[in-house]
């Protein structure tokens, strides 16, 4: 897992520019371009990201082939987002209509497919009785073509990215100059509408790609669906089990072991999923938009060479290799914070879990487990999350936080280690994960009391400071 927050690490030029986005604090959000419907400048992970062009080129990402494609697809759906005008911040009808169009027409699950998840289900929930106390999370086993997995978390796509696209849209108007704003007076509207083709345009084209490389309904650690199935997409983890060289057999029991291992977690603490985009919409609202870099270029934009063709096009050249991306920042640095941390808890409770489960009773396990490792931290599904939100989900310390609950396992147990997942105030903070000693003592002092009631024992912390509060003097008698 990259250890660059929100980022990855790879040696290809696409993932370097990524990776410069995503180190530059002021720029978490790469998606979403250029304001006013923009067409992502200066090395922006546009539509047609994964077309092999190189940073600059005219097909490349950021370039003119780019910025064309993209506008097509918003002009595509321009009649019927004007016809919409109470659309939102994104357009949620042009991202679906783009995503089923990338993705095709998909086979559908075979019926043998579906009974060897079920089987698989029935397998791995008997073992997870052997590593965790949750229990089984999951009525049923469903298998889903990427098609179904488009339509089925949709929903949820839209709780996650609404905030952040409705933010930056204000901001980028905030932006304008007092004087602008009423010069364009009702062109305003019309402005925001093409923000919403423009960022619907681009989640599209991000959910199919990210169709087309998700295994389960909850690779990312974010529950994408609450049906109370465990969800696996066959077709997908074949072409995987290809890509890696292990049998598909033991690659399907194994990601079947970590569907079924997130659906018992979501399933014995719903408040969990609810806080992770909670903390998404906490640091949106925190989101600023800096536009110095656009003033910069403007001031070198020389208007009377308009009437000279060479002029334009060594205009043209020079904005190309302009990173025009508006800065951004947020004032809710800690939101972003406790995210990762409540991602990497997860995923690392699970990888714990799985293995504990499997280790034993599956060959390969190890060595799938070490693949499955390997495809996270460098590939998948969370680079095309990331164009489709702007907040990369691939938490930076997974293992870290798996080596919390391992030692936590051996310390006290898995009764006590689960039991920490009863509040959100019993779980390990991000400074936990890098240093798990004390918190970890603290867990073990709470053993020592076989009586001891997590729960009770919170309730009665805020009993106290609620009566310590009533108790302390108001400022009127101190005068």
Do not use: C
């Amino acid at each position: 897992m990259s250890n660059q927050g929100f980022g990855f690490s790879s040696n290809d030029d696409d993932d370097e520019r990524k990776d410069d986005n995503q180190n530059n604090p002021n720029n978490p959000f790469g998606m979403f371009g250029f304001p006013l419907g923009g067409f992502g400048f200066g090395g922006q992970p546009g539509g047609n990201a994964g077309n092999g062009d190189q940073q600059g080129g005219p097909n490349g990402p950021g370039g003119l082939g780019d910025i064309l494609n993209q506008f097509g697809q918003m002009l595509s759906g321009f009649s019927q987002q004007m016809d919409n005008p109470q659309g939102g911040a994104v357009d949620h009808g042009a991202a679906e209509r783009i995503a089923l169009q990338k993705i095709g027409n998909p086979a559908p699950i075979r019926e043998s497919q579906r009974t060897a998840l079920t089987d698989s289900l029935r397998l791995v929930e008997l073992w997870l009785d052997d590593s965790t106390v949750l229990p089984v999370g999951a009525d049923r086993a469903e298998g889903w073509n990427t098609r179904q997995w488009l339509e089925n978390t949709m929903p949820t796509w839209k709780r996650v990215v609404d905030p952040v696209a409705s933010k930056m849209n204000d901001a980028s108007l905030a932006g304008l100059p007092e004087e602008a704003r009423q010069m364009m007076g009702p062109m305003l509207g019309m402005l925001n509408r093409v923000n919403s083709m423009n960022f619907g345009a681009q989640l599209g084209n991000a959910l199919s790609d990210l169709a087309k490389s998700s295994l389960t309904g909850s690779d990312l650690g974010l529950p994408l669906t609450m049906s109370g199935a465990a969800v696996l997409l066959p077709t997908n983890i074949t072409a995987l089990a290809e890509e890696l060289e292990q049998p598909n057999r033991e690659l399907t029991v194994y990601l079947t072991a970590r569907e079924a291992a997130h659906q018992r977690l979501f399933h014995r603490v719903p408040w969990l999923a609810e806080r992770m985009i909670a903390a998404i919409e906490e640091y949106a609202n925190g989101l600023t938009m800096d536009f110095s870099s656009i003033e910069e270029a403007a001031r070198g934009f020389d208007l009377e060479s308009l009437q000279d063709p060479s002029k334009i096009q060594e205009a043209m050249q020079s904005f190309q290799n302009i990173d025009m991306t508006p800065k951004v920042t947020s004032s809710n640095q800690h939101a972003r914070t406790r995210l990762e941390t409540m991602l990497a808890l997860v995923e690392g409770w699970v990888d714990v879990v799985v293995m504990d489960s499997l280790g034993e009773r599956l060959p390969d396990a190890m060595q799938i487990d070490e693949a499955w490792r390997r495809r996270r931290a460098t590939d998948g599904a969370q680079k095309a999350l990331e164009k489709a939100t702007g907040i990369d989900l691939a938490a930076p310390k997974t293992r870290e936080a798996g080596v919390l609950w391992r030692r936590l396992t051996d310390a006290v147990g898995i009764e006590r280690r689960d039991a920490v997942w009863d509040h959100p105030d019993f779980l390990p903070v991000a400074d936990d994960l890098d240093n798990p000693a004390s918190f970890i003592d603290g867990i073990l002092g709470s053993a020592d009391n076989d009586d001891f009631d997590p729960i009770a024992a919170l309730e009665e912390q805020l009993r106290k400071e609620a009566e310590e509060g009533r108790d302390a003097p108001d400022d009127d008698d101190n005068k």
